[in-house]
């Protein structure tokens, strides 16, 4: 498998381990996901705030939620991302199916 380190820029890297699978996948592809990730980081903010003044505690609650379905959406379009291109691009053919269960289900 090709090494993470030894993978050109903008390419898929895979590697296996002890551990299962692990990739570097292309920037390009997760620019949404940096995008949902940073106003995540804005709504978290907002919600510290919240507390720190004292607000009601169901805009909390609401707030809280819309950051815990961002942060799961940017999570499943990673393993969304990185299963497409481990799926198409990886370099021997091989998909340890298990390990990239194991990713995907660790969101749930």
């Known amino acids: 498998m090709t090494h993470a380190a030894d993978t050109p820029a903008g390419m898929i890297g895979i590697r296996k381990s002890a551990e299962g699978i692990g990739m570097r996948i292309d920037q390009t592809e997760l620019a ?4 949902r990730l940073k106003r995540a980081q804005g709504q978290l903010g907002g919600i510290i705030r919240m507390i720190e003044d004292g607000r009601d505690c169901t805009d909390i609650v609401t707030q809280m939620a819309a950051v815990s379905k961002a ?8 393993i969304a991302t990185g299963l497409k291109q481990c799926l198409t691009e990886s370099p021997d053919g091989e998909v340890d199916t298990a390990a990239l ?8």
């Open 101 to 108: 269960e194991k990713l995907f289900l660790s969101l749930a």
């Open 71 to 78: 942060l799961d959406r940017a999570g499943f379009a990673v």
């Open 32 to 35: 949404g996901v940096l995008k």
